[in-house]
Nanobody
């Protein structure tokens, strides 16, 4: 199975912003729903946001009002713009689409 490739994570102070990117090498990119998940160290993986092939976005409570998911079908890329970051946002962030494996993720660390 092809794995998505996430990037854009890093260390940021509370209140800061990051933009995550994920490239999915599938010829189905334009027709599949894409999603971002996160998993804090020692915690469970949880859904953050998802976006339909047509661009309709839905957010879990953790990201509402602060995170924006978007996609560029020409680049097979999905983005997660994160604003007003909090220490509790610290986690490994993954993207996924139906049928894909989990990638390596990208680490986001928010310092207080």
């Amino acid at each position: 199975q092809v794995r998505p490739v996430e990037s854009g994570g890093g260390l940021v102070q509370a209140g800061g912003s990051l933009r995550l990117s994920c490239v999915a090498s599938t010829n189905r990119f334009g027709i599949v729903e894409m999603a971002w998940y996160r998993q804090p160290q020692g915690g469970k993986r949880e859904l953050v946001a998802k976006i339909s092939s047509g661009g309709d976005a839905n957010y879990a409570d953790v990201g509402k009002g602060r995170f924006t998911i978007s996609r560029d079908n020409d680049k097979n890329t999905v983005y997660l713009q994160m604003m007003s970051l909090k220490p509790e946002d610290t986690a490994v962030y993954y993207c996924k689409y139906p049928g894909s494996s989990w990638g390596q993720g990208t680490q986001v660390t928010v310092s207080s």
